[in-house]
């Protein structure tokens, strides 16, 4: 194998003292029919098997079961260059929209040897091959659905909705990566690491008019005991004709500063001109302090992004219990949210002090996939959410 290998192929090789990855007690083991397998269904991946040249790789396979060391070469060889070519063509971006808060996030076709090391790491080959461990869970999700689709005669607007929502899911990281998704469409968490998805939980998401974007970036704080800042037209339609009502901003728990700078000054309520919020006039600067009652619970995590997204705890269990969870302003309110924090943080939320606004940064940046998948199995084949967004087409 050492004088038939070469480029990345060699390199992946050395590094591993030659040894190969395929066989199993000398001979050629299930994995590879399980990749063929794969190969002779690219047609789900947007791909052509003939790309693959399944039959050549088969008889190779079958020659290397005659047991000649050439043959066994040659076909490890074979195996492991098909299935770095379909990884690297699976994981082509396709036509799905996605902002990428942090750029480094912006898919990339991996490399050969980038793709063999991946596929070299987990403690079993087998379980990584059969479950298509490379792509995202949802990604190997929405393939078979594709399958069962297709072979059902699914009409042509249904298969193209199906490929919609694999290009989504394509641009999601496999498990071994540690990150979080947020399903816009089905208002659900996941989180992932070590090859495996860890926890998953409920979340309420944007509203139709306030909708939660297709947005990547990656977690990098938490922040304890938060404020909740007032949105503008909450301040103008709720807040301010609560007080022109006789309401005190101390009985709704908030307070009026003068600006939105670092050390603003914090204004009076009778220095405040209410009517002039109420119609919208003047724009005022209101936040609500920490608490059990905060509409940000105990704790958010903030990712950079210009849209102003973030996840965070909250207390209205109530509209979590909703099939329908599209009620936020785009933000993403979690179901438990010591549980994510605890896996990102890798410590407990609680904190002894109650200062407000208590900054945490995580131990590791988690990336975190804010998607809309839209397509479900059911017992007569496939069916869609109601598109609430409007991205399906």
């Not at 290998?5 to 390199?11: P, Q």
């Not at 060889?77 to 808060?101: C, E, I, N």
């Not at 912006?106 to 987990?122: E, G, N, Q, S, Y």
């Not at 940046?365 to 399906?392: E, K, S």
Request: with cysteine.
């Amino acid at each position: 194998m050492r004088e038939e290998a070469g480029g990345d192929l060699k390199r992946f090789y050395a590094e591993r003292g030659f040894r190969p990855m395929w066989l199993r007690s000398g001979k050629i083991g299930p994995q590879a029919a399980t990749l063929i397998a794969w190969l002779e269904s690219a047609g789900l991946d947007g791909l052509r098997p003939s790309s693959y040249d399944v039959d050549g790789l088969r008889e190779q396979v079958a020659s290397a079961r005659t047991g000649d060391p050439r043959a066994v070469a040659h076909a490890e060889l074979a195996l492991s260059d098909a299935f770095a070519r379909y990884v690297r063509d699976q994981r082509r971006p396709g036509k799905a929209k996605m902002t990428y808060a942090d750029k480094a996030l912006r898919p990339k076709r991996p490399d050969t040897l980038t793709v063999l090391r991946a596929a070299a790491f987990p403690k079993s080959f087998d379980a990584y091959m059969t479950d298509m461990g490379w792509m995202s869970e949802q990604y190997v999700r929405l393939r078979r659905l594709a399958g069962h689709a297709e072979k059902r005669g699914a009409s042509k607007d249904a298969m193209a909705r199906l490929r919609l929502n694999l290009d989504r899911a394509r641009i999601l990281p496999g498990p071994w990566v540690h990150h979080v998704v947020v399903d816009a469409s089905s208002g659900q968490l996941w989180y992932y690491g070590d090859g495996k998805r860890v926890g998953t939980m409920k979340v309420v998401v944007g509203a139709p008019e306030t909708q939660t974007p297709m947005l990547a970036g990656k977690l990098q704080w938490a922040i304890l005991n938060p404020y909740w800042n007032v949105p503008d037209y909450l301040a103008e339609k709720s807040i301010a004709p609560k007080v022109l009502a006789g309401r005190s901003l101390a009985s709704l728990r908030m307070e009026a500063l003068s600006d939105w700078g670092p050390n603003p000054r914090k204004l009076s309520q009778s220095e405040i001109d209410w009517q002039a919020v109420a119609s919208g006039s003047e724009v005022l600067r209101l936040r609500e302090l920490p608490g059990g009652a905060n509409s940000m619970g105990k704790v958010k995590f903030l990712f950079p992004n210009k849209e102003g997204i973030y996840l965070h705890d909250t207390p209205a269990r109530d509209l979590l219990a909703k099939p329908d969870r599209h009620f936020s302003n785009g933000c993403i309110r979690l179901e438990n949210a010591a549980e994510l924090g605890q896996w990102l943080l890798q410590r407990s939320i609680r904190t002894k002090s109650k200062a407000p606004e208590q900054a945490v940064a995580l131990p590791a940046q988690v990336p975190v996939y804010l998607t809309y998948i839209t397509a479900v199995a059911t017992d007569a084949g496939v069916a869609f959410r109601n598109d609430v967004y409007g991205r399906d087409g």
